[in-house]
């Protein structure tokens, strides 16, 4: 390809960005989080989260170099060839989303205002309204409920 390595370093660039740029804004919550329940002024807190946030991230690459070959908890048979990164995969995919999941939606489905679930979806209060709130109430948790169970016996 002519100008490939024009192309490649321009991908590359932009892709750069948009880690930057998601990473900014994830470590937004948290920093605020830090800001409203401590006495950290932002400089602080926006360091203090970000260093750690690094330090974490460090697990994932040693998983793939220095500790190619450490499986933290190797006495347990399901987690025997599981390197660090592995170990934060695997909590994340099976016990994380699917427990968020279910929270959003009960949230979203019992706890939240009819009024304002209707605003934002938009459905009025007929038959598509009363056909998502029984989703949303019994399917939904039902079913994401499941999948969580049979993840972690499988």
């Known amino acids: 390809m002519s100008g490939g390595s024009i192309v490649g370093a321009a991908f590359f660039a932009m892709l750069l960005m ?3 740029t998601s990473s900014i804004s994830m470590l937004e919550i948290t ?7 401590g006495r950290f002024s932002r400089k602080v807190a926006a360091t203090g989260v970000g260093f750690t946030s690094f330090l974490v991230g460090l697990i994932t690459v040693f998983s793939f170099s220095s500790w190619l070959d450490f499986y933290p908890l190797g006495a ?5 060839t599981m390197t660090p990164f592995d170990l934060i995969d695997y909590l994340v995919s099976n016990l994380i989303l699917p427990i968020g999941g279910v929270a959003y939606v009960l949230f979203a489905g019992w706890w939240m205002k009819r009024e304002v679930v209707v605003e934002e979806l938009g459905l009025g209060y007929g038959f598509a309204f009363k056909v998502w709130q029984a989703l949303a109430r019994v399917v939904a948790p039902l ?7 049979f993840n972690l016996t499988v």
């Open 18 to 20: 948009a880690a930057l």
């Open 31 to 37: 920093t605020a989080r830090a800001i409203e329940n």
């Open 76 to 80: 347990f048979e399901t987690f025997a």
């Open 143 to 149: 079913a994401v409920a499941s999948i969580f169970y």
